[in-house]
């Protein structure tokens, strides 16, 4: 298995650009996701349930970083061919089911992950209103079905510094945790 550690993770990185296909039908890229203060990149899957775990989370936090000049977007980067169930059509119904207040969009080659240095799904990715990476990690739930304790909100509070003051936490979640599907290089 190859090393966890990526260059694309160090802070001040810029965003790297996509243009992708959404479950609306409609191409995104970084320029018609970004806000003002900032933005979320998620890579995220719907089989891992890890993820079924956290859906209201997330979808909290997302709703209320908006305020704050946030935007969101979820960028779905699994195998459809070894994941049937990550397919683009099933991935209409799993972005219908849980009503996500965000862009939710497919990578089918998985190439952009790669590129953002995620590991598997779901990754998170903070940059500041000029798309320089600030915040990089996971939530853990230790591939349990259950949500970890709901104590500090390291996401939120992440990305809130962000955008008062252009800089993440020093103290970053590690990107380690779930099963790592295709970065066996």
Same mark, same amino acid.
């Given at each position: 298995m190859?090393s966890l +550690?990526?260059p694309?993770c160090e *802070?001040?990185? $810029?965003? =790297?650009? #996509?243009? &992708? &296909?959404g479950v609306d039908?409609?191409?995104?890229?970084? /320029?018609?996701?970004k806000?003002?203060n900032?933005?979320l &990149?998620m #890579? =995220?899957c719907?089989?891992?349930?890890?993820?079924?775990a956290?859906?209201d989370?997330?979808i909290r936090?997302?709703?209320?970083? $908006?305020p704050?000049? =946030?935007?969101? @977007?979820a960028?779905?980067?699994n195998?459809?061919?070894?994941y049937? +169930?990550?397919?683009?059509?099933?991935?209409k119904? =799993?972005?219908? $089911? *849980?009503? %996500?207040? *965000?862009?939710?969009?497919w990578d089918e080659?998985q190439?952009v992950a790669?590129? %953002?240095?995620?590991?598997c799904?779901?990754d *998170?990715?903070g940059f500041?209103?000029?798309? /320089? &990476? !600030?915040?990089h990690?996971?939530l853990d739930?230790?591939r $349990?079905e259950a /949500?970890?304790?709901?104590?500090?909100?390291d996401l939120f509070? /992440?990305?809130?510094? @962000?955008a008062?003051?252009?800089?993440?936490?020093?103290? !970053?979640i590690?990107s @380690?945790?779930?099963?790592i599907k295709?970065?066996t290089?």
């Open positions: 190859a +550690e990526t694309v *802070f001040g990185w $810029k965003a =790297i650009d #996509f243009d &992708l &296909l039908g409609k191409r995104y890229n970084l /320029a018609s996701c806000g003002k900032g933005l &990149l #890579f =995220i719907n089989h891992c349930p890890y993820v079924k956290v859906q989370r997330i936090d997302v709703n209320e970083l $908006k704050h000049g =946030i935007n969101t @977007i960028i779905m980067s195998d459809s061919e070894s049937p +169930e990550d397919s683009f059509p099933n991935m119904l =799993i972005a219908e $089911k *849980f009503s %996500y207040p *965000f862009p939710y969009v080659t190439e790669k590129q %953002y240095g995620a590991v799904t779901p *998170f990715f500041n209103s000029d798309l /320089a &990476l !600030q915040y990690g996971r739930a230790s $349990k /949500a970890p304790p709901d104590v500090q909100r509070e /992440a990305m809130v510094q @962000i008062k003051t252009g800089r993440g936490p020093e103290d !970053q590690s @380690i945790g779930c099963s295709w970065r290089e």
